[in-house]
T-cell receptor, first 117, second 116 residues
């Protein structure tokens, strides 16, 4: 079945540095990918929609200059957390939908645990 | 404003019995609903979905029921197995199949524990 690979699975960084998270669709093309964030004991919250070849669209309250999204190909989207702060520590998960498939389930990556010290 | 609510944070059942997980929503624009299973430090795994034109969808041990008038859906697992122990999220999206599909709104999750 369709697989979404996310890398790294966990990362620890110092405050003020930037971290890049990759999301790849392994056996299908994904024109659209979605980035979610989950804080401890809370639900997954959609951060942004990543569109291949165009700018990402961000949900209300998500800083686009802080969370840079690049979707340069049909199989890869990246999320860069710039100038990370401890409050950015969270579990980041990407998901992807296959192109032109109605009602197909979203496939999720295994997530990236970010800890900012 | 929590548009998708799972009011039971946890559920404990005996192996072999039925597990019923509930979910309520408030947004009338939602027309496609999904259930995901999630283990700690992993991404959600798709279980089953239902379109608003249906009131029931069954896949093996998993059945999802949708009551549109009550804006309520439930996931039934029968028989429950210890391997089913996980966090279960319901999610909803408007405009199924359209450009909005994939913009899921998740509930808070219910921790299911199935005892041997």
């Amino acid at each position: 079945g369709a697989v979404v690979s996310q890398h790294p699975s966990w990362v620890i960084c110092k405050s003020g540095t930037s971290v890049k998270i990759e999301c790849r669709s392994l056996d299908f093309q994904a024109t659209t990918m979605f980035w979610y964030r989950q804080f401890p004991k809370q639900s997954l919250m959609l951060m942004a929609t990543s569109n291949e070849g165009s700018k990402a669209t961000y949900e209300q309250g998500v800083e686009k200059d802080k969370f840079l999204i690049n979707h340069a190909s049909l199989t890869l989207s990246t999320l860069t957390v710039t100038s990370a702060h401890p409050e950015d520590s969270s579990f980041y998960i990407c998901s992807a939908r296959t192109t032109g498939t109605r009602n197909s389930p979203l496939h999720f990556g295994n997530g990236t645990r970010l800890t900012v010290t | 404003d929590q548009q998708v609510k799972q009011n039971s944070p946890s559920l404990s059942v005996q192996e072999g019995r039925i597990s019923i997980l509930n979910c309520d929503y408030t947004n009338s624009m939602f027309d496609y609903f999904l259930w995901y299973k999630k283990y700690p430090a992993e991404g959600p795994t798709f279980l089953i979905s239902i379109s608003s034109i249906k009131d029931k969808n069954e896949d093996g041990r998993f059945t999802v029921f949708l009551n549109k008038s009550a804006k309520h859906l439930s996931l039934h697992i029968v028989p429950s197995q210890p391997g089913d122990s996980a966090v279960y999220f319901c999610a909803a999206t408007p405009n199924a199949g359209g450009t909005s599909y994939g913009k899921l709104t998740f509930g808070q999750g219910t921790i299911l524990t199935v005892h041997p």
